[in-house]
């Protein structure tokens, strides 16, 4: 069985911080690229960050630059995401996604949602005093 599990989420204060963990089951990560997501109520679902295969290649959303932090380790099968001075407009459903497209050493999916082929069923993030 091919699975996704995302854990990690819960409620925080403003400015405060969560770390996010991508589990997978039935399979190895390490011959995918990975995309976190997030979808708050009444939203799109965008992208927030993405890895690629061997760790070597990651990119943030404008929103997010400077506060989240994506990381691998294939040995364990995760991917995590340090989420550091949370804001309330961070509020969404978290989900990470894997794509087993090969695009080049350096290539991940910040955006693409159509190129991933695994999601996680999401974990919740709320971020509100």
């Known amino acids: 069985q091919l699975q996704l599990v995302e854990s990690g989420g819960g409620l925080v204060q403003p400015g405060g911080s969560l770390r996010l963990s991508c589990a997978a089951s039935g399979f190895t990560l390490g011959a995918y690229a990975i995309g976190w997501f997030r979808q708050a109520p009444g939203k799109e679902r965008e992208g927030v960050s993405c890895?690629?295969?061997?760790?070597?290649?990651?990119k943030y959303a404008d929103s997010v630059k400077g506060r989240f932090s994506i990381s691998r380790d294939n040995a364990k099968n995760a991917v995590y995401l340090q989420m550091n001075s949370l804001r309330p407009e961070d509020t969404a459903v978290y989900y990470c996604a894997a794509s087993a497209q090969y695009r080049g050493t350096t290539w991940c999916p910040l955006s693409e949602t159509y190129v991933m082929n695994y999601w996680g069923q999401g974990t919740q993030v709320t971020v509100s005093s």
């Open positions: 890895i690629s295969r061997s760790g070597g290649s990651t």
